[in-house]
């Protein structure tokens, strides 16, 4: 069984800057991708961002250029570094790990609020 844990969540200003953390627990078997994806209130969840084991990044038009993900193996970790926050980042953001062997897997989420 795999659990994951988000942190890092909280309120900041518009133009400033967050980094939330995901730590994994559990057997994860490579290869895997792990994400980053966000619910806005009254909508649907959507794609953040994503890194393979082998360290390929994707990110949703949206986030480009402003935040980074990035994974620590040894430590079962995935970080998502935002910069230049704006009023429509906030959402509630969950980490999840994809492995063909392990299954997928959900955190149970950190609230982001963007907000002067």
């Known amino acids: 069984q795999v659990q994951l844990v988000e942190s890092g969540g909280g309120l900041v200003q518009p133009g400033g800057s967050l980094r939330l953390s995901c730590a994994a627990s559990?057997?994860?078997?490579?290869?895997?991708?792990m994400y980053w994806y966000r619910q806005a209130p009254g909508k649907q969840r959507e794609f953040v961002a994503s890194?393979?084991?082998?360290?390929?990044?994707n990110y949703a038009d949206s986030v480009k250029g402003r935040f980074t993900i990035s994974r620590d193996s040894a430590k079962k970790t995935v970080y998502l570094q935002m910069n230049s926050l704006k009023p429509e980042d906030t959402a509630v953001y969950y980490c999840?790990?994809?492995?063909?062997?392990?299954?997928?897997?959900w955190g149970q989420g950190t609230q982001v609020t963007v907000s002067s």
């Open positions: 559990g057997s994860i078997f490579s290869p895997n991708t």
């Open positions: 999840k790990i994809n492995s063909r062997i392990s299954g997928t897997y």
């Open positions: 890194i393979t084991s082998g360290g390929s990044t």
